[in-house]
């Protein structure tokens, strides 16, 4: 049949992702016949559209997965979509926005009707695009976490956390988003470094003499003073003893405060006395609850000031406050000085707005008693990180872990299975009276039996649900809960608890660092809590993506790639093979838009050797119907030696989550060996044993290559199956994964041809360093008797390699240009050609000299090794290093001529 000359991934691709979908070749379940094999997907959020870092992600795991599959494993990957509180709202509260209305103007029913149009209308974007790029998940157990079953599991989390008191409400400071009007953990706001000002404040000592007298305090939160209600030092500082039992009045308010003493001060910031604001600082919120100080909280929650501070400032946004208060002390002669000052401000994960530590009623869990086997599972490694840097990371943090804070301000999500009796229950109470945590609303109080109860306004954190995922996809209790179609693919309780003991634990979690604490280290609690058994047992953290400069590439820097074009452009396969070439395990991918041609080229040249192959079958009218390789020289042997060492250095690094070098290593093999060499070697001699075997080495490449560029070695698998006669399953996944095949040819022989192929590389060097173009050449080999026979057969092709017109087997040589244990060889060059090589040679080493020395300006330029990205320096060290063999080969060649 005729095949294209053109490889068209716009139009292949697809074709066989229908193919995929309608023959259910990702569909997994219970077989006692193979071993299980799982991962679950880190589900994206609805709100969600494919960028690239999802597009590494799930390249990996899909890798993983077809290399499972294609050994025979029951693989499982298991789908799903998160609801993304916040960032759901956010979108649709702007849609009603565009309308002129708020969520409150629509009231809370009417808003969940919009969100949940928007989810059907809108959730199941990113799958769809995640099945464009070939990610072959079992895309019938498709889960959200707020579907009716996955829902009750949550809340039953809830209930039983609730019950062993793991789980309480209390006041506490919470990082604030103002914009998103809702509690954050501390994970959700990760501090920045922002360019700000430390103002030293002048607070009046009272004296009984009345004297002015000041105190200096240091702060970078001015507005903030309205809401102090003590001075703190550290008892040890002895500049400060004079003040231990003063009093001083608080500018602006006028109102005395006290005098405490604290070693957590440090003297060392600012001038040793600090402000203590109990209700907007987490370390002022300790210090007040240790001195029993007033707590008082000065902002609403859009950020603006509230009626708790002067006339003056209420209503006014806090920044703008900051600053008029500023002006109104520098009026007042009540600012020492400003100096500017490099903070970490906590920022919003979702909007990137500035965060309040503020003083708060809000649900927590208790976390260290989770944290205990948590940690034990990875000291013991039965959790293992690759790289392994990162066990040390998580350890830390399980080690100073705090409360999580889980009840979210907004609308959509899980909302808390509590009510409070409007009869008995206290707010200000730390006992649980009036409080009823059940699966449904209760009729009475079982407090007081008053039936006057409200439900908790608040919603669960959207990780709340999310640390669940690994069991609660398999529909974990297993109770049979949930709608019909929640339980379309199990028909009862029995088949849930079966597929879950067979699949469960899974076996590897792939992810990005950032979500480490948020999500990974949260679903190893949950899940030895609930199950008692780890949810995986590797946890691959790969790097973060950037552009080619290093800078993390941002929509409001400008600097994305869209893995959407990428694939309009090139294919999804060249996506996904540029992507896992340049991911170097746990390193961060440095990405441009061209590097992407790496990807593109290489399916060029997979397409162009199958219709080299195939075409040279139908031009000689060859029938393949039995791929029995035979060695019908030397070259056929050589072939299958360097497919058997691609074969199990692939296999151990894919075992190793060594996924970049396994790629380069299929790459090398393919591109270099089969076709640089093998293709090439046998273009004089196809004969039916030589197309049997490139249809062999073919096949077993597409395998290779299946699990990195699935729809290129399933198109030209098909073909295979269309030019030959053979007994070939329906799709590549079902083929198996490449074995060893045994080499019936003596080692000797093995390495004499490999020293031909050597050859052939060490005359094209020659060529390039003399400048010979495409002058034809004349080689002299002089050999040992018995090697004699080798070179006839196959001088053939190594002179139609090398460009030469002869070579000639000689006992002796006036020079030797290359040598190596088996032969030497001289190129016929006469004594004029000779001069005018060395002076060629001359100018070569002197540009490489040239070019060493500016490489080592750059590397021991301390400036540049400080501030260049790591992959610059290392490009340059790279460099560096060639430039020197370079050097020295060509200053060995000149002396051969002279």
Same mark, same amino acid.
């Given at each position: ?154 809340? %039953? ?69 309205? %809401? ?86 209420? %209503? ?82 399980? $080690? ?33 009276? %009036? ?28 990780? $709340? ?124 991918v440095y990405l441009s838009s061209d590097k992407f041609l790496t990807g593109r080229n290489f399916l060029n040249k997979i397409w162009n050797a199958a219709r080299f192959i195939f075409s040279q079958i139908q031009n000689k009218k060859i029938k393949i119907d039995k791929l029995d390789y035979k060695l019908e020289d030397e070259s056929d042997a050589w072939i299958l030696n360097q497919l058997n060492k691609t074969i199990i250095d692939c296999s151990g690094l894919i075992e190793n989550y060594r996924l970049d070098e396994a790629i380069k290593t299929a790459y090398d093999f393919f591109w270099h060996s089969f076709c640089d060499w093998y293709l090439e070697i046998i273009k004089d001699n196809f004969s039916k044993t030589k197309a049997n075997n490139s249809v062999f080495i073919l096949l077993s490449s597409l395998k290779l290559l299946h699990p990195f560029i699935p729809f ?56 390039g360093d003399l400048g010979l173009g495409q002058q034809k050449l004349s080689l002299q080999v002089k050999t040992e008797a018995k090697l004699k026979e080798v070179w006839a057969r196959h001088k053939g092709w190594f002179c139609r390699l090398v460009n030469a017109e002869t070579i000639t087997l000689v006992d002796s040589l006036e020079r030797v240009f290359y040598q190596n244990k088996y032969w030497a060889i001289n190129l016929k060059i006469g004594s004029a050609d000779l001069a005018k090589f060395s002076h060629a040679l001359d100018k070569k080493i002197n540009n490489f000299n040239s070019l060493i020395k500016k490489t080592e300006g750059k590397l021991k330029n301390k400036k540049f090794i400080k501030n260049a990205p790591k992959n610059v320096v290392e490009k340059e060290k790279s460099k560096k290093s060639d430039f020197s063999h370079q050097l020295t080969r060509l ?8």
């Amino acid at each position: 049949m005729e095949i294209s000359s053109r490889y068209n991934p716009k139009e292949t691709e697809p074709k066989i992702l229908q193919r995929w979908l309608k023959g259910s070749v990702y569909h997994a379940k219970k077989d006692p016949s193979k071993e299980p094999f799982s991962i679950v997907i880190p589900p994206p959020n609805i709100t969600g559209i494919l960028h690239m870092g999802h597009a590494l992600n799930n390249t990996i795991q899909d890798v993983l997965i077809r290399y499972r599959r294609m050994q025979n494993y029951q693989a499982l990957w298991m789908p799903g979509t998160d609801h993304a509180g916040i960032a759901t709202q956010n979108v649709v509260e702007r849609a009603l926005a565009k309308e002129g209305k708020t969520k409150e103007d629509i009231g809370r029913e009417e808003f969940q009707k919009h969100l949940w149009s928007w989810r059907d209308k809108y959730g199941s974007t990113i799958i769809d695009q995640l099945k464009t790029i070939g990610a072959s998940c079992d895309w019938g157990r498709l889960r959200f976490t707020m579907d009716q079953a996955y829902s009750q599991t949550v809340g %039953g989390v809830f209930l039983e956390l609730f019950k062993q008191d793991l789980i309480y409400r209390g006041n506490y400071i919470i990082n604030w988003c103002p914009r998103c009007k809702t509690a954050l953990s501390d994970e959700e706001a990760a501090h920045k470094e922002v360019d700000g000002w430390l103002y030293y404040l002048r607070y009046p000592v009272k004296t009984k003499k009345n004297e002015k007298k000041f105190i200096i305090v240091a702060t970078t939160r001015p507005e903030t003073m309205l %809401g102090d209600t003590a001075i703190a030092i550290n008892p040890k500082d002895k500049r400060y003893d004079w003040l231990k039992n003063a009093k001083v009045i608080l500018p602006i308010v006028d109102k005395e405060l006290s005098i405490i003493q604290d070693e957590a001060v440090d003297p060392e910031f600012g001038t040793g006395v600090v402000k203590v604001t109990p209700a907007h600082d987490p370390v002022d919120f300790q210090l007040g609850k240790k001195h029993n100080l007033e707590f008082i909280n000065i902002m609403n929650e859009d950020a603006t000031l509230n009626k708790n501070v002067p006339e003056t400032f209420q %209503g006014i946004d806090r920044f703008e406050a900051r600053a008029m208060l500023v002006e109104l002390l520098t009026k007042k002669k009540l600012i020492e000085k400003k100096e500017p000052y490099n903070l970490g401000a906590g920022h919003c994960y979702r909007c990137n707005t500035i965060v309040e530590s503020r003083i708060s009623l809000q649900w927590f869990v208790k976390m260290k008693p989770l944290a205990q086997e948590a940690i034990k599972v990875v000291q013991q490694d039965k959790v293992k990180f690759y790289p392994n840097r990162w066990k040390k990371v998580y350890l830390n943090w399980m $080690f100073n872990i705090q409360d999580w804070c889980i009840s979210r301000q907004i609308w959509w999500g899980h909302r808390i299975p509590v009510w409070y009796c409007q009869n008995c229950y206290n707010p200000n109470s730390n006992d649980k009276k %009036g409080i009823i945590a059940a699966k449904k609303a209760p009729k009475k109080c079982s407090d007081c039996g008053s039936d006057k109860l409200t439900q908790d306004k608040d919603v669960l954190d959207t990780w $709340f649900s999310s640390w669940l995922w690994p069991f609660a996809t398999f529909g974990w209790p297993f109770d049979g809960r949930g709608t019909k179609d929640d339980r379309r693919r199990t028909k009862n309780k029995k088949i849930q608890e079966e597929e879950f003991e067979y699949f469960y634990p899974t076996n590897t979690l792939v992810t990005a660092s950032e979500i480490l604490f948020f999500w990974v280290a949260r679903m190893i609690m949950a899940s030895l809590k609930f199950t008692g058994k780890i949810p995986f047992s590797d946890v691959i953290i790969h790097g973060t993506v950037r552009d080619d400069e290093g800078i993390k590439m941002s929509k409001s820097l400008g600097n994305v790639i869209d893995p959407l074009e990428i694939t309009d452009k090139y294919g999804a396969d060249a996506l996904r093979f540029s992507l896992i070439f340049l991911a170097a395990s746990g390193s961060d991918v440095y990405l441009s838009s061209d590097k992407f041609l790496t990807g593109r080229n290489f399916l060029n040249k997979i397409w162009n050797a199958a219709r080299f192959i195939f075409s040279q079958i139908q031009n000689k009218k060859i029938k393949i119907d039995k791929l029995d390789y035979k060695l019908e020289d030397e070259s056929d042997a050589w072939i299958l030696n360097q497919l058997n060492k691609t074969i199990i250095d692939c296999s151990g690094l894919i075992e190793n989550y060594r996924l970049d070098e396994a790629i380069k290593t299929a790459y090398d093999f393919f591109w270099h060996s089969f076709c640089d060499w093998y293709l090439e070697i046998i273009k004089d001699n196809f004969s039916k044993t030589k197309a049997n075997n490139s249809v062999f080495i073919l096949l077993s490449s597409l395998k290779l290559l299946h699990p990195f560029i699935p729809f290129i070695s399933e198109k030209i698998f098909s073909l295979i199956k269309q030019n030959c006669s053979l007994d070939l399953a329906d799709f590549i996944s079902e083929s198996g994964w490449p074995l060893e095949k045994k080499i019936n040819l003596e080692p000797q022989s093995l390495a004499v041809f490999t020293k031909i192929v050597d050859s052939v590389d060490k005359i094209r060097d020659l060529r390039g360093d003399l400048g010979l173009g495409q002058q034809k050449l004349s080689l002299q080999v002089k050999t040992e008797a018995k090697l004699k026979e080798v070179w006839a057969r196959h001088k053939g092709w190594f002179c139609r390699l090398v460009n030469a017109e002869t070579i000639t087997l000689v006992d002796s040589l006036e020079r030797v240009f290359y040598q190596n244990k088996y032969w030497a060889i001289n190129l016929k060059i006469g004594s004029a050609d000779l001069a005018k090589f060395s002076h060629a040679l001359d100018k070569k080493i002197n540009n490489f000299n040239s070019l060493i020395k500016k490489t080592e300006g750059k590397l021991k330029n301390k400036k540049f090794i400080k501030n260049a990205p790591k992959n610059v320096v290392e490009k340059e060290k790279s460099k560096k290093s060639d430039f020197s063999h370079q050097l020295t080969r060509l200053k060995n060649l000149k002396e051969i001529i002279v």
